[in-house]
């Protein structure tokens, strides 16, 4: 793991990465002091989108975050290898209220100040910005 005002690492496309990610992501907020309702909210987009990675993507899986002076926010992005094969059902259909899955960008939208897909030649980063409170260093 890469550190700074910057955070990145390779994360297995394993079940096991949203729990990886989430630990990594808790030790880098603690060290730039960011407020436990902004690292609330930024652990739990951080799983989601790497959840969905490893769910509905091709490896590899790599986790970047950034603390955006200008503003002051967290930056998540999350880049795969792109939309599986035969993956199931259509992602742009919206989740209904029984289903057990497709919550995941509901919540992110739901957290993030903004969130988006930036389209690489053999990569996917799909990300979310929030806002940091008031404790940030």
Do not use: F
Not at 85 to 104: F, L, V
């Amino acid at each position: 793991m890469e550190r700074g005002d910057w955070a990145r690492k390779t994360l297995s496309h394993t079940p096991e990465a949203p729990a990886v990610a989430r630990h990594m992501t808790e030790m880098v907020l603690n060290e730039w002091h960011v407020d436990a309702a902004t690292a609330d909210a930024v652990l739990l987009v951080t799983s989601e989108l790497v959840t969905n990675a490893v769910t509905h993507a091709e490896p590899p899986v790599v986790l970047s975050l950034c603390l955006q002076h200008h503003g002051w926010s967290v930056w998540v992005g999350v880049t795969d290898g792109g939309p599986a094969r035969g993956d199931g059902p259509d992602p742009r259909t919206a989740a209904r209220g029984e289903d057990e899955y497709g919550r995941g960008l509901c919540i992110v939208d739901a957290l993030a100040d903004a969130r988006g897909t930036l389209s690489h030649v053999v990569a996917v980063t799909h990300w979310a910005r929030l806002t940091v409170g008031s404790d940030a260093a």
